[in-house]
């Protein structure tokens, strides 16, 4: 029993510096937000979602980038992430976007409820995400897969009597109201409960995003 505290212990002080890192979008419209917040409790009402929780911010983590710590984000930022972002600033400008619908998806420890969405222009599947991927990701996760339409987590949970599998349909009103997203940045994710096993990007955490990184799209033609 003592040698296993003693291995739990060492891994909570690994993990202590190590963050969860992505590159999206931070929400920031007080009306969008309000209208997440709304979804977001009909959802843990009508479906019964037990032990649930959410992330403190609204976003749209379009890339993972890993469990990292903070001086190798800021490798992996300087020398492959940045140069990315950097493109892709200066060519698009602020995409309007617009809810299409909802997404179950299941980890084997967490189920995962997200509201997809897209840009009038689907660049965000067609250009943006795949250019991160094939340009930033691939060349140093060999192996890992890409989801190429963007999304906003929205409640994770562990049980509902309900919602069983992800062939469930989730029978709720998807938002007319269009949303901008005008930049791209680096987000920190903070886990906020250590736990045992392996760190997820479904645990709960703070987010914060790194202003340092941040690249407004900022194309000289005004959006309409």
Known sequence: MEENNLNYQKQINFNRDKYHYFIGNIFNNFEQINVLKKIRKILKKKYYL???????????????????????????????????????????????????GYKLTYDKSYYKISLNYNDENNYLEKIIIPYLHENGIAPIYNKRKINAIP?????????????????????????????????????????IKVRKGLPSVHDQMNLEEVYKYKFPFKNNEEIE
Do not use: R
Not at 154 to 180: G, R, T
């Open 50 to 100: 037990k032990d649930s929780h959410w992330n403190n911010l609204f976003s749209t983590n379009l890339i993972y980038l890993g469990f990292l710590d903070q001086n190798t984000a800021n490798i992996y930022m300087q020398n492959i992430i940045s140069k990315l972002l950097s493109v892709l600033s200066n060519e698009f400008k602020p995409l309007k976007c617009n809810y299409m």
């Open 151 to 191: 999304a906003i987590d929205l409640i994770n949970f562990k049980s509902s009597s309900i919602l069983s599998s992800n062939k469930d349909k989730i029978n709720l009103f998807i938002p007319k109201e269009e949303f901008i997203i005008d930049n791209l940045s680096l987000i920190k994710g903070i886990p």
